[in-house]
């Protein structure tokens, strides 16, 4: 990798978590002494969904970028080529630092299509337990609104939605067959 491009992931990284540190201030009534572990629902805070795909896309050159929000709302975020996906392939019970359970993972797909790809929905399989919803950023979120949504309750679905608009839903039938794929 170039040095370029290092400072690039470097630069992506730190767009993100600056992003977050400025919803966490903004969403928070209280904070005392900068503990953000009590705030609720930033998550799904536009600014933070735009900053991701900001820095996928315009930061770095249609690179995949996930974020994953822990239960301290701590941020946690990696780039990568499409397909990429970092902290999660690992065993929940192997990670050290983040505090489980996982409120939520966000990554993009920067060429423009929100779906669960199968490695997608491996790492669903594998932190669906421990996970409480999940984007994929197909589009700005301000502008394009073009994502998918899951959310623990309902984990074989994917609602998909265009211009902010539900357009479909992407169903997992047997979590086995998704498993048995390779990409
Ligand atoms: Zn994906």
Redesign the pocket.
């Given at each position: 990798m170039t040095d370029e491009m290092i400072n690039k992931r470097f630069e992506a990284c730190r767009h993100v978590e600056d992003v977050w540190t400025q919803c966490l201030l903004n969403s928070a009534n209280i904070v005392k002494n900068r503990d953000f572990s009590h705030v609720e629902d930033s998550e799904h805070m536009v600014p933070l969904h735009d900053a991701i795909w900001y820095a996928s896309t315009e930061i770095l050159p249609n690179l995949?970028v996930q974020a994953i929000i822990d239960a301290k709302n701590d941020i946690y975020v990696s780039t990568g080529t499409?397909?990429y996906?970092d902290y999660l392939t690992i065993d929940p019970n192997l990670l050290t630092g983040m505090k489980l359970p996982i409120k939520c993972w966000i990554?993009t797909?920067p060429f423009g299509a929100a779906y669960?790809?199968a490695?997608?929905w491996r790492t669903i399989k594998i932190w669906k337990d421990n996970l409480g919803c999940a984007y994929?950023l197909g589009g700005k979120m301000s502008t394009d609104a073009h994502y998918g949504f899951w959310k623990h309750n309902r984990p074989n679905e994917l609602e998909i939605y265009v211009d902010g608009e539900h357009a479909r839903t992407q169903n997992v039938h047997s979590w086995e067959s998704i498993l048995g794929e390779e990409e």
């Amino acid at each position: 990798m170039t040095d370029e491009m290092i400072n690039k992931r470097f630069e992506a990284c730190r767009h993100v978590e600056d992003v977050w540190t400025q919803c966490l201030l903004n969403s928070a009534n209280i904070v005392k002494n900068r503990d953000f572990s009590h705030v609720e629902d930033s998550e799904h805070m536009v600014p933070l969904h735009d900053a991701i795909w900001y820095a996928s896309t315009e930061i770095l050159p249609n690179l995949e970028v996930q974020a994953i929000i822990d239960a301290k709302n701590d941020i946690y975020v990696s780039t990568g080529t499409a397909g990429y996906v970092d902290y999660l392939t690992i065993d929940p019970n192997l990670l050290t630092g983040m505090k489980l359970p996982i409120k939520c993972w966000i990554h993009t797909h920067p060429f423009g299509a929100a779906y669960f790809s199968a490695t997608d929905w491996r790492t669903i399989k594998i932190w669906k337990d421990n996970l409480g919803c999940a984007y994929v950023l197909g589009g700005k979120m301000s502008t394009d609104a073009h994502y998918g949504f899951w959310k623990h309750n309902r984990p074989n679905e994917l609602e998909i939605y265009v211009d902010g608009e539900h357009a479909r839903t992407q169903n997992v039938h047997s979590w086995e067959s998704i498993l048995g794929e390779e990409e």
